[in-house]
């Protein structure tokens, strides 16, 4: 008998995601809703300082972080927060990986982003800002 997990697609493998840019599930549009998905689910937990880092900036990073200060978050490049993501490149394949998420929380963000949930993107003040430097 197949285990659950043969049965459901998992976006994430531990905490990246792994693909060519540009190609599902490495695309613009898929990528805002991680960001604006792991915003409502540190949202949901009561996170009061929700900050994202970012170590490399380029388009899958920015990507993220784009959608999280959608989703009311603030950025840092080049800075500390308790969530950072990073990116890296071998060959044709890219690497996304974020930190500071538990395990739980991934298959939060998936069953988001798979699911028929309505992603909870703020507006006005309430969207997040991306500063140089910064954070904790």
Do not use: W
């Not at 190609?23 to 994202?52: C, F, S």
């Not at 927060?81 to 890219?94: F, H, N, P, Q, T």
């Amino acid at each position: 008998m197949k285990s659950e997990g043969q049965f459901m697609n998992k976006l994430f493998v531990n905490n990246t995601l792994r693909g060519e840019i540009g190609v599902y599930p490495l695309t613009a549009e898929n990528l805002l809703r991680v960001g604006t998905a792991i915003a409502m689910v540190l949202e949901e937990k009561g996170y009061v300082d929700m900050t994202m880092c970012l170590c490399s900036v380029d388009f899958a990073t920015l990507s993220v972080a784009v959608g999280f200060m959608g989703g009311g978050g603030s950025v840092f490049i080049n800075g500390s927060a308790s969530l950072c993501v990073k990116g890296r490149s071998e060959g044709d394949i890219y690497t996304l990986e974020i930190e500071g998420l538990s395990y739980e929380d991934f298959d939060k963000v998936e069953r988001i982003l798979l699911g028929r949930n309505i992603l909870r993107k703020k507006k006005g003040k309430h969207i997040g800002k991306i500063t140089y430097g910064g954070g904790l």
